[in-house]
Structures are given as structure tokens and as C-alpha cells.
């Protein structure tokens, strides 16, 4: 595993939305904190064997410090947690309900992901599958 990044980010990288999303938090990420993975990388599961191949398609994973794994919208919560300039919204995730509620908005962006917001694979042969 590398050792020179804290934040290791496994994305779909043939949705679009995905992509989105990457590219405006690289934004906020300055010093580079994290570090992205495509999950169509076919040494993914390889390089990181406690990652379950099922459970990556369906969502966004992100590992910190080697230890603690988050997914899906707690994974989107802990990466606003490290960059300054995302720190002004948190406090919003400790409204009452705000958990449950980032949950089921997540999970139904992440379901419906390649229908509203297409794919970006360029030969049309994505390896993903829904």
C-alpha cells in the first residue's frame, strides 16, 4: 500500500456524476490529501484485498490512515471534515436526522447514478455493472 497519502478515495470512474465529484473536491483539496482511485482499475482489489468488490460498485469508499473505512455518504461527511474551506458546512451533518436522511439521498443518487447522469467511458465497453 503507499504510504505517501492519508486519504485513499475509491470512486466509479465511468459515471459521470462520480467524476463531478472528484473534480470539485480535488478543488478543495490544496495539499493533496487524497488520493483517487478508480474501481475499474483491475489491480484495485488487488492492491487493497479488504475491499469487497460488490460493495465498491454500489459506493464510494474511502480508507483513512490505513485503518478506518468509510462509505458512502459517511465517506462524502468525513472528506468535508478535512479540507477548510468544506469545514463551514459539517455542522450541518449533526442536524437531527441529517444522517439518515444523507443516507437515503446518497444511496438513491448512487442506485439511479448512470441513468440520470450517464457514463463516461469512452469505448462504450464499461466494466462496471449495475
Keep these: 500500500m503507499k504510504k505517501n497519502h492519508s486519504y485513499f478515495v475509491f470512486y466509479d470512474g465511468n459515471c459521470a456524476l462520480c467524476q463531478k465529484t472528484k473534480h470539485q473536491i480535488e478543488k478543495l483539496d490544496k495539499n493533496y490529501e487524497l488520493e483517487w482511485h478508480s474501481i475499474q482499475n483491475p489491480s484495485i482489489l488487488e492492491e487493497f ?3 469487497e468488490q460488490d460493495r465498491i460498485q454500489k459506493e464510494m469508499h474511502l480508507l483513512v490512515d ?28 449533526r442536524l437531527p436526522g441529517a444522517d439518515t436522511a444523507g443516507r437515503i439521498i446518497y444511496q438513491y443518487l448512487a442506485k439511479n447514478r448512470y441513468q440520470w447522469f450517464g457514463r463516461t467511458c469512452e469505448t462504450g465497453a464499461c466494466s462496471i455493472h449495475e
Design 49 to 51: 484485498p479488504f475491499l
Design 66 to 93: 490505513e485503518t478506518y473505512l468509510y462509505t458512502g455518504f459517511a465517506s462524502i461527511k468525513r472528506m468535508m471534515q478535512v479540507f477548510p474551506a468544506s469545514r463551514i458546512i459539517t455542522p450541518l451533518f
